[in-house]
């Protein structure tokens, strides 16, 4: 797909999407170079919530879909390497916040709500802002949003107290799934929160990834192997930010194949414990290898399990070659590479997830920049009734 010239890729359905995957390395070097620019007003920012409030201030990572799974798979990571002396970090689904948000929001605890959003315009994202702002007191916002021109965006216009990250232009995908608008999201808050990292490291992190990433591009043929089986199901499988990763990974096969194949994820430990019977000889398994040697035996276990039972047909590890292996099949990325925090890990291995599902799409004859035949599941969501919400209203 890669490889395909702009002509065969419109005729396929596929030109939108195959661009916004491959382009991704592009995005997060432009995406570092935001963060590197706006760096002096992150700090003034952050800091400014931390000396205004006594105590640990709570962080809130939302958005809907997608864009809720980018806090599903940074939180993991960041719970270790952020400001927990001065910050918590949760990750709560918009929906989750609209539909009882008397279950999350307290009123009582100062909070940053960190919106990730491709365009800013879905309902449920407005609805939680303005949720947020009815119940919590002393309330700070980081939106996170690839369009300037979104609600969200234009909202935080002027506001002191919300801090505007917008993503590169092209990170505000115009295919149906959102590619390079989760990666360059994930990217850039990793960026903002993780305190432990070095400037010099996170600049390390991002030239890996960059190379990662290309090489995904280059070895496209190696993951068209895997979609050329007989398969109708697909497993994802991971420990910490990389578990919060497989949500991610298994919807872009649910969605650009329009659900004809089917998916599950789960982490590697909790997969015995009863989705594991998904697995027939029809499925392909996944597993985001952690570069931690203690994570990765877990990881690997599962694995060598799955192989030994021989009930499916094709068992990968995903991941780099450093320590502990999977005595089966794996997608190593090069000899070389070096181990990088599960956090950055995620985003080669997030491309890769991408492509299987670009590759998938096309072999069960859909078209991927419009895979919904029926429209009923649309790029930015419609039909949403929103309610009002009074704080004596819940039982």
């Known amino acids: 797909m890669f490889e395909k010239s702009e002509a065969e890729l419109t005729k396929m359905g596929a030109q939108i999407t195959t661009k916004e995957i491959k382009q991704q390395p592009d995005l997060w070097a432009e995406a570092w170079s935001n963060y590197r620019t706006m760096k002096p007003e992150i700090d003034t920012y952050l800091n400014r919530v931390r000396n205004e409030n006594q105590g640990v201030v709570r962080v809130i990572f939302t958005g809907a879909g997608t864009s809720a799974y980018v806090g599903d798979t940074i939180t993991p990571y960041l719970n270790r390497t952020g400001d ?37 315009n879905s309902p449920e994202s407005v609805k939680t802002v303005e949720l947020a702002e009815q119940l919590v007191k002393t309330l700070y916002q980081i939106t996170i949003t690839c369009a300037p021109e979104g609600h969200l965006a234009q909202r935080a216009e002027g506001e002191k107290n919300n801090l505007v990250l917008l993503q590169p232009a092209g990170a505000n995908d115009q295919g149906f799934a959102m590619t390079g608008s989760f990666s360059c999201m994930a990217l850039t808050a990793l960026l903002v929160f993780d305190t432990r990292s070095s400037e010099d490291d996170k600049k390390r992190f991002v030239d890996t990834i960059i190379a990662m990433g290309r090489e995904v591009v280059a070895r496209e043929g190696e993951l068209q192997s895997y979609v050329n089986e007989d398969f109708d199901r697909i497993t994802y499988l991971g420990s910490g930010s990389l578990g919060g990763l497989t949500r991610e990974a298994q919807l872009k096969i649910l969605e650009l194949t329009a659900g004809k194949i089917a998916t599950v994820f789960d982490t590697s430990m909790g997969f015995r414990h009863g989705p594991k019977s998904f697995v027939d000889d029809h499925s392909l398994v996944f597993d985001f290898l952690s570069n931690n040697a203690y994570t990765r035996d877990y990881d690997i276990d599962v694995l060598e399990e799955i192989h030994g039972d021989h009930i499916a047909k094709r068992v990968v590890g995903i991941g780099t070659d450093h320590g502990r292996q999977f005595s089966g ?21 997030v491309m890769a997830a991408q492509t299987i599902a670009l590759l998938s799409s096309i072999k069960v004859g859909n078209t991927p920049d419009t895979p919904s035949p029926t429209g009923t599941v649309n790029r930015v969501v419609k039909g949403v009734i929103l309610h009002d919400y009074q704080p004596n209203s819940q039982a």
Do not use: C, M, W
């Not at 099949?329 to 181990?339: R, S, W």
């Open 84 to 120: 927990r002396d001065h910050f918590q970090f949760q990750a709560i689904p918009t929906t989750s916040l609209v539909s009882a948000p008397y279950d999350y929001f307290e009123p009582e605890t100062p909070t940053v709500l960190v919106s990730f959003a491709r365009s800013g």
């Open 329 to 349: 099949e794996n997608f190593f990325f090069a000899k070389g590479t070096p181990d990088l925090p599960e956090g950055y890990q995620a985003l080669p291995d």
